[in-house]
């Protein structure tokens, strides 16, 4: 069974249709890639699924649960809303960490308000966790820096640990090396190859071609808010059909 479905979302702002009627559906471990032109509505599609945008309408499936239907009416609180969001993690291109929080704050923050909602708090488990992702992710010796003593690259892959701090069934990623200088893109590239090599399941919105080619299970190319192309790696990025495609991909090699 698919761990994701997601059928006919559109989302417009002011007049603009950002989102253009959008299907899909993934599996469990898989590792899909979205590329496309800027303003193609990449980011808007995961800060829909991350509940940061309302869509207009569509469905949005997790497992066998619906999280969103626009066809069901009803208003829903706000802690539905957070539990909601559980089940997915987003890194963004431009990192977000807590400025005035040390890297091991910004990766227990998350869980330390969720359980205080929930189950009550247990700072040693929590501490250890997040040492722990800390620790898959390199960081083992910048767990008391804050984020204006670390890299770029640094501050990613503890973003990185913050959103895993979560367990999300999914891991959203927006172009997560965008940000960076090239030689730190590398290190943040590989931790996530590592995570897909641990059957993570994960959206990747990246312009990082080769990498794309090489993680991902499927692509979906994305135009003015629409799927215009989806499928493997060699078939969109290799072999691609559509001339959107075509052209987006030349623009691409050419420099662009
Ligand atoms: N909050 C917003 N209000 C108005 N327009 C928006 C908003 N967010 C995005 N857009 C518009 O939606 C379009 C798609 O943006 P975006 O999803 O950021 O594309 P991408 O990530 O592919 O570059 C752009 O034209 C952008 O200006
Ligand atoms: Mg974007």
């Known amino acids: 069974m698919a761990i994701l479905e997601v059928k006919n979302l559109k989302k417009s702002f002011d007049d603009t249709e950002v989102i253009r009627d959008i299907s899909f559906t993934m599996d469990e471990g898989e590792t899909l890639t979205i590329i496309g032109s800027s303003g193609s509505g990449k980011t808007t ?9 309302r869509p207009d309408s569509g469905v949005i499936r997790v497992k066998d649960e619906v999280l969103f239907d626009s066809d069901i009416t009803g208003t829903v609180s706000e802690k539905d809303i957070r539990n909601r969001r559980l089940h997915f993690g987003l890194v963004f291109q431009s990192f977000n960490l807590f400025p005035q929080y040390t890297a091991l704050e910004n990766v227990t923050l998350a869980p330390l308000l969720l359980a205080k909602e929930n189950t009550g708090i247990d700072l040693p488990a929590i501490e250890e966790n997040a040492r722990g992702l800390l620790d898959d992710m390199g960081l083992s010796d910048r767990m008391g820096n804050y984020p204006h003593e670390l890299s770029g690259g640094q501050q990613q892959r503890v973003a990185i640990a913050r959103a895993l701090a ?3 069934d999914i891991l959203c990623f927006d172009e997560p090396t965008s940000a960076l200088d090239p030689e730190l893109t590398g290190e943040v590239l590989r931790v996530i190859k590592d995570l897909a090599g641990h059957n993570m399941t994960m959206i990747i919105v990246t ?5 794309a080619h090489d993680v991902s299970d499927k692509i979906l190319f ?3 808010g629409v799927i215009a192309e989806e499928g493997t790696p060699e078939e969109v990025i290799d072999n691609p059909q559509n001339d959107r495609t075509i052209q987006f991909l030349a623009n691409y090699k050419n420099g662009m």
């Open 45 to 53: 599609l995961l800060r829909c699924l991350n509940f940061l945008e």
């Open 166 to 168: 979560l367990h999300p």
């Open 207 to 211: 312009h990082e071609m080769s990498f």
């Open 222 to 224: 994305m135009d003015k």
